[in-house]
């Protein structure tokens, strides 16, 4: 059989590709809409370590994906860009003295040559670049709208710092105990400004729009939980000794009103110094510097143990007037709900866990039919009715709840109210290699965004990129970038210093994709109107919440704007699975498992590595990596060289393979079309190995097989599909069709059963009788064999299911 040269087949091909710009693609409005299709991978960050071979799997299912949907008359929209800004390439230049842009431009040029090697069909001539001026003008363009629109604020929020490194950190930098991963100094959490996004006022759009979504219920489960709607109610607490001081707490029971034993403050809630006592001042701050070493995670896990300390301050409850303490505990966060918590030891977990440290009050207010046992292990939970609550004793919950609310509007202590867990998003970071936010502080005017004409604001050009000693951005010490004149009244004034997160390139980039190369408008109005929304939008299950709500949040601002056509921009989406070590682990440095996938092209060629990555199993199961079975599906591209350089044939071919061809194309139309790639590849290596051994290549067969399997082995089905006469590429070869009846099989294999045992199979026409079944199924030798010597009492012959023959 001939050698099989993918290194020059696949070269070969990759040059014509991008020669003849085969997959540029222009909006042609003869097009119908139905026909158009924009298919998304989520774009890498180009980090130094290269692709692995876990990279290519989502990129070569929308590859299939969208060369099935051009051979079936789809103007396909499908681009490859590079989320280039962030913390790694910073973090290297502090590191090395490299400039951020020097590191992150030779990681897209590593990721681009890995990409095209392994021939996937980007419209090459949209790659977008986040860390560039010509793109992030746009994104500082956006930024605006968001400020005169009033989403954007500024605000003082807690980040995580390293005393050691001068360096804020990212929660992915601070190691599970509570350390800087960098130089294992304790982190803590320093106050600094900080610029914010109001995306809590689009919690309910961003929540009830999932429902018109095409995405996993994982997916959107997660993103609902993140959001976090509840229904419940606001309850006033006043201080004991001075009414006009107010702790807002917010309960999702109202129930349980009577059953609070004391009240929990966040060790940074503003009234924590009015509220403390000074026989309690010093406990207090040495609770508060330890709880400052804590991150959030850490603080709200629920498995850890609760700690405290009184305030030495009570409120009054606000329906039995009794004194209730006040207490600081960690368990209890800022971030969340008003930082303020109302324990209800017996029906509460946490509270229930922190009572028992402190040897607070425990007052039972739900009960379930027969009462409790005393004393409480843990929290009741369950429902129930109310006992020990006034007016609402013997209620269940749901009508309690009720009736608090409205006892507590009546009181007017407190209402109804309808929370949400999402928090204003904290659009900045103190680094060098992001966005910079296009805006001035003048003592005069204040905040002062520029002018749209001004942008882009580009970063400076130096060499130092160490915060300063105060925590702020490395551009708050460039001092000639630093000041500037105030665009509103020409007075000196300063340049913002913070920078904008790696999330706010990657919010908008599918839409700069559909115009990338506009200089006088983010996109062009008819352009998106014609692309979106994403069809299909694959990407891995790490950007299944904040990625995809922030995406949908800018999305959501721009349509209220005027300036996109949808609501949503991401219709569908499909998360495909991780691809382990072939020790069965998480691939990894550390662990020595990373497979890379230059070898992995250098050895079997890229059409093996797409073809096994997608051979593997179905696209959302994790699945280990296995050398070994790349040599089989080599081994099966192998056989198809073979077969296109045997003898030819114009002649029809004989009647069994043809319809094996037929079920091959309705098997593989129908499985790609579904993403279901794997059992398409298992139907095309059903028709070579029945194929091959004909030792004749008939071209009825040959030519519409090549083009099934060209989505999945792009090389060589062009060097194949050529080497047959074709002289356009295979890319423009219309998609194959089946004539059904050709797929219906006209046999059948039952099982013939004695006594209800199987003992033999039986292969007959579909259409046959019970009788003529039955008579067949007794003319088996071994059936009998197994019968002789015994009278047959039944026999039960069911076409197209089984036959039983009763014997005595």
């Not at 090459?124 to 930024?143: A, K, L, M």
């Not at 309960?251 to 403050?265: A, C, F, M, Q």
């Not at 990657?506 to 115009?515: G, M, T």
Request: net charge negative; charged share 20%; with cysteine.
């Amino acid at each position: 059989m001939a050698h099989y040269p993918f290194s020059k087949i696949e070269a070969k091909w990759q040059e014509y590709w991008q020669q003849h710009q085969i997959f540029a693609v222009k909006e042609d409005p003869s097009i119908p809409v139905e026909k158009r299709a924009y298919v998304l991978d989520m774009f890498p960050y180009p980090s130094g370590n290269g692709l692995h071979v876990g990279h290519p799997e989502g990129y070569t299912a929308t590859d299939i994906y969208v060369r099935f949907l051009r051979a079936n008359g789809f103007n396909v929209l499908h681009p490859m860009g590079f989320d280039s800004f962030g913390l790694p390439a910073e973090n290297y230049a502090i590191k090395t003295g490299t400039h951020p842009q020097i590191t992150t431009e030779e990681n897209i040029e590593t990721f681009r040559k890995q990409i095209k090697r392994l021939g996937f069909s980007y419209d090459w001539s949209r790659e977008v670049q986040t860390h560039t001026p010509d793109y992030y003008r746009w994104t500082q363009w956006i930024f605006l709208q968001l400020y005169h629109k009033g989403l954007a604020y500024e605000d003082y929020a807690p980040i995580n710092w390293c005393p050691s490194c001068k360096i804020g950190l990212a929660n992915e930098e601070v190691s599970s105990d509570g350390k800087c991963d960098r130089c294992d100094t304790p982190v803590i959490r320093k106050q600094l400004r900080q610029w914010k996004l109001k995306i809590t006022k689009y919690a309910e759009e961003l929540l009830t729009d999932l429902d018109d979504l095409d995405w996993p219920d994982a997916v959107k489960a997660m993103q609902r939980n993140w959001i976090g709607k509840s229904q419940g109610a606001s309850i006033n607490f006043a201080l004991k000794d001075d009414a006009n001081t107010i702790i807002s707490i917010y309960t999702t029971r109202p129930e349980t009103l009577y059953g609070v034993t004391y009240i929990v403050v966040a060790p940074e809630h503003p009234l924590i110094e009015s509220i403390t006592t000074d026989t309690q001042r010093m406990a207090v701050e040495q609770y508060q510097a330890a709880s400052a070493l804590k991150n959030d995670l850490e603080r709200s896990e629920l498995s850890k143990t609760k700690s405290g300390v009184f305030s030495g301050s009570y409120v009054i409850h606000p329906l039995t007037q009794q004194s209730i303490p006040i207490w600081v505990g960690d368990y209890v966060l800022m971030s969340y709900g008003t930082g303020a918590v109302m324990a209800v030891p017996a029906h509460d977990q946490r509270d229930f866990e922190f009572a028992s440290i402190y040897n607070l009050p425990i007052k039972i207010v739900i009960s379930p039919e027969g009462g409790l046992a005393l004393p409480l292990e843990r929290a009741f939970t369950e429902d129930g009715v109310t006992i020990e609550s006034d007016a609402w004793n013997g209620m269940n919950v749901a009508l309690a709840k009720e009736q608090a609310i409205i006892a507590i509007e009546k009181a007017g202590c407190g209402h109804r109210k309808t929370n949400y867990k999402l928090r204003d998003w904290i659009f900045s970071r103190q680094r060098y290699w992001g966005e910079p936010i296009p805006v001035v502080h003048c003592e005069h005017c204040g905040i002062v965004p520029l002018s749209e004409s001004d942008l882009p604001l580009e970063l400076p050009k130096v060499t130092s990129y160490q915060t300063s000693d105060t925590g702020e951005s490395p551009l708050a010490t460039m001092t000639d970038w630093l000041h500037t004149t105030c665009p509103k009244c020409q007075s000196p004034a300063k340049r913002e210093t913070n920078t904008m997160p790696q999330w706010a390139g990657s919010c908008w980039y599918y839409l700069r994709y559909i115009d990338p190369h506009n200089t006088e408008v983010f996109i062009d109005k008819e352009k998106e109107s014609y692309w979106m929304p994403v069809d299909l939008y694959i990407g891995g299950m790490e950007h299944a919440v904040l990625h995809l709500l922030y995406a949908r949040f800018w999305h959501k601002v721009l349509y209220d704007l005027g300036l996109v056509s949808t609501k949503e921009p991401f219709q569908r989406l499909i998360n495909q699975g991780m691809i382990l070590g072939e020790n069965n682990e998480k691939m990894s440095k550390s662990r020595g498992n990373v497979v890379n996938p230059d070898d992995m092209i250098d050895q079997f060629g890229a059409d093996t590595l797409r073809l096994y990555e997608m051979f593997m199993g179905p696209l959302q199961a994790t699945k280990p990596w296995s050398t070994h079975g790349m040599v089989g599906v080599h081994r099966f591209l192998s056989k198809v060289y073979d077969y296109a350089h045997l003898p030819r044939s114009e002649e029809e071919p004989p009647k069994s393979l043809q319809v094996t061809l037929h079920k091959t194309i309705k098997k593989v139309t129908e499985d790609t079309r579904n993403l279901e790639f794997n059992t398409a590849i298992s139907q095309m290596m059903i028709f070579i190995n029945e194929a091959l051994p004909i030792k004749i290549c008939y071209q009825q067969l040959f030519n519409p097989f090549i083009i099934l399997l060209a989505p999945y082995a792009p090389h060589l089905a062009e060097e194949l599909y050529a080497l047959h006469g074709a002289t356009n590429s295979i890319t423009f070869a219309p998609w194959p069709t089946w004539q059904e009846e050709m797929t219906i099989d006209s046999e059948v294999t039952l099982g013939v059963q004695i006594n209800g045992k199987l003992r033999a199979e039986i292969t007959v026409a579909k259409d046959i009788s019970a009788d003529d079944l039955g008579q067949q199924a007794l003319a088996i030798p071994r059936i009998q064999e197994l019968c002789e010597g015994n009278s047959i009492k039944k026999i039960i012959a069911i076409p197209g299911k089984i036959v039983n023959i009763i014997i005595a």
